[in-house]
C-alpha cells in the first residue's frame, strides 16, 4: 500500500501546479489527494513545483498582451531572476504575474497550457524560457515602438 500512496505523491509532485492540491487522511488511515478539500474531514494544501524552462520555445499565444511584456514566474525560478535583472538593467518595462501567489496568474498559466516557467508574452507571441541573446531578438521582433 506504501508503494501506492509514494506513486500518486511523486506523479502529483511531478505535475505543474495549476490547480490547489489538498491532502487527507480517512477514517480507515487512507491517505487522498484532490483538488477541492473534503467537506467532513480536515486536510491541508500540499504545495507543488512548477518545471522551469530548460531551453527556449515559441508560440503564438492565447492572450493578446498589446505593446506590454508580460512574464509568469515563480518564487524559486532561477531563469525568472535573470530575466527580471536583464529587464531592469535594459529598462524594460513588463508586469510580472507570479503563479506562487497570485490564483489568477495561475489559472493564465494554465490556460496558455505552460507547463514551465518563465513564460514570456509579448503581443500575441510568446516566448518559454529565458536566455539574453533569444531574447534580444523575440523583443527586438516583436516590441512595437
Not at 23 to 42: I, K, L, M, N, S
Not at 92 to 109: G, K, V
Not at 125 to 140: I, K, L
Request: proline fraction near 5%; charged fraction near 20%.
Amino acid at each position: 500500500m506504501k508503494p501506492t500512496i509514494l506513486s500518486v505523491l511523486l506523479t502529483l509532485l511531478s505535475l505543474p501546479a495549476m490547480a490547489d492540491i489538498y491532502q487527507w487522511t480517512d477514517a480507515a488511515g487512507q491517505v487522498h489527494f484532490g483538488d477541492r478539500p473534503p467537506p467532513d474531514a480536515g486536510s491541508k494544501e500540499v504545495t507543488v513545483q512548477v518545471n522551469t524552462y530548460t531551453s527556449i520555445t515559441y508560440d503564438l499565444s492565447v492572450f493578446d498582451t498589446g505593446n506590454t511584456l508580460v512574464m509568469y514566474t515563480t518564487d524559486s525560478c532561477g531563469y525568472c531572476r535573470q530575466a527580471r535583472a536583464y529587464f531592469r538593467a535594459h529598462n524594460i518595462p513588463y508586469q510580472e504575474r507570479n503563479i506562487d501567489s497570485s490564483r489568477s496568474a495561475r489559472l493564465q498559466h494554465k490556460n496558455m497550457k505552460a507547463t514551465g516557467v518563465p513564460v514570456i508574452l509579448l503581443g500575441k507571441h510568446r516566448m518559454n524560457g529565458f536566455q539574453e541573446a533569444q531574447f534580444r531578438r523575440f523583443y527586438q521582433h516583436y516590441a512595437q515602438n
